[in-house]
């Protein structure tokens, strides 16, 4: 069942939040969510969601890293300061991996790179909703993708880095002093030893392992 946001109070049911200003990506989540019966309500802004969460509120919220006005890393800072707590999913760009990076060091539980694999959403959201020790499975997901990483050479990690810093080959290149045949080199060995399948997988693994710089 999808329900829309607006000035009814939060109760006790589980109910996935989703904010982003998106119209088309709102309204595709709620519709993804509502084939698994999931309740959700939508927001536009960060703002609007604030003023509708309290503490105690349960369910999750699955928000846009980077949103005109209040950010989702802002967001995620004034539900701490106001000792709300709940599991958050961030979503974003390519480009704005920098600040889920630090939304992901500031308590965020997951991330999910755009365009993302509607399955893949589901399985977080459903895994956010139906945990019950959420730090516990922050730690198994943080060491299980930590041991992926583990084989990279020295200058697999320098490289890996700067692709986290969303460089392109040509730049990578310049700061390493190497070809850019080399790094990309590099890139495939990376991607085959974390077992990634394409960028935004990498992405979202080094992420997960609490690495990322």
Same mark, same amino acid.
Request: aromatic share 4%; hydrophobic share 45%; with cysteine.
């Given at each position: 069942?999808? +329900? ?7 109760? $006790? ?17 709620? %519709? ?24 105690? =509120? ?5 928000? &846009?890293?980077? =949103?005109?006005?209040? $950010? ?14 709940? @599991?958050? *999913?961030? *979503? ?20 999910? +790179?755009? @365009? ?11 895994? %956010?909703?139906?945990?019950? &020790? ?11 993708? %930590? ?17 986290? %810093?969303?460089?392109?080959?040509? /730049? *990578? ?10 790094? &990309? ?13 394409? +960028? /935004? ?7 997960? /392992?609490? &690495?990322? @710089?």
């Amino acid at each position: 069942m999808v +329900l829309p946001a607006g000035d009814q109070a939060m109760n $006790s049911t589980a109910i996935v939040h989703i904010v982003d200003d998106d119209e088309a990506i709102r309204e595709g989540l709620c %519709a993804l969510l509502g084939t698994v019966a999931v309740e959700a309500r939508a927001y536009a802004t960060a703002t609007a969601f604030l003023e509708s969460a309290s503490p105690g =509120m349960n369910g999750c919220l699955v928000v &846009d890293v980077r =949103m005109p006005g209040m $950010s989702g890393l802002e967001l995620q800072q004034a539900l701490k300061q106001r000792g709300i707590e709940i @599991p958050i *999913i961030v *979503i974003s760009g390519h480009g704005d991996v920098p600040m889920a990076v630090r939304a992901m060091k500031a308590g965020a539980i997951d991330f999910l +790179l755009k @365009p993302f694999n509607e399955q893949d959403l589901l399985d977080r959201v459903l895994d %956010a909703l139906n945990s019950n &020790d959420q730090e516990s499975r922050r730690a198994r997901v943080r060491q299980e993708a %930590a041991a992926r990483f583990a084989s990279l050479t020295p200058r697999e990690l320098q490289v890996l880095t700067r692709i986290m %810093a969303c460089q392109h080959s040509k /730049s *990578i290149a310049f700061d390493l002093h190497i070809s850019e045949k080399t790094v &990309d080199v590099h890139r495939y060995n990376i991607m085959h030893k974390t077992g990634t399948r394409n +960028l /935004s997988e990498l992405v979202q693994l080094r992420l997960m /392992s609490g &690495d990322a @710089p």
